[in-house]
């Protein structure tokens, strides 16, 4: 069965780093396109950035140039690269695959706070 694993997460200060990995298993992974959500307390799941299975990627407006989302197909692994964090970057990170119908991994907590 298709199954995501998240990590990465944790607790940062305001301009610090984090990067988060999500290993996929249980489906072809370099034929899918893959993306990264993430859900703060009381709003809606959004989304941060994706990539195709070509490597075309688009981000939202709030973490351009500050985030880069990768995919290493010979690892099965999804990356997300997030420099210059902000507060506001605080949310459950999920990993999430196109493969049909859609898989979530479990999520992680990222934490931006001094």
């Known amino acids: 069965q298709v199954r995501l694993v998240e990590s990465g997460g944790g607790l940062v200060q305001p301009g610090g780093s984090l990067r988060l990995s999500c290993v996929a298993s249980?489906?072809?992974?370099?034929?899918?396109?893959m993306a990264w959500y993430r859900q703060a307390p009381g709003k809606q799941r959004e989304l941060v950035a994706a990539?195709?299975?070509?490597?075309?990627?688009n981000y939202a407006d709030s973490v351009k140039d500050r985030f880069t989302i990768s995919r290493d197909n010979a690892k099965n692994t999804l990356y997300l690269q997030m420099n210059s964090l902000k507060p506001e970057d605080t949310a459950v990170y999920y990993c999430?695959?196109?493969?049909?119908?859609?898989?979530w991994g479990q999520g992680t907590q990222v934490t931006v706070s001094s």
């Open positions: 999430y695959t196109l493969q049909s119908p859609g898989y």
């Open positions: 249980g489906y072809i992974f370099r034929f899918a396109g």
């Open positions: 990539i195709s299975s070509g490597g075309t990627t």
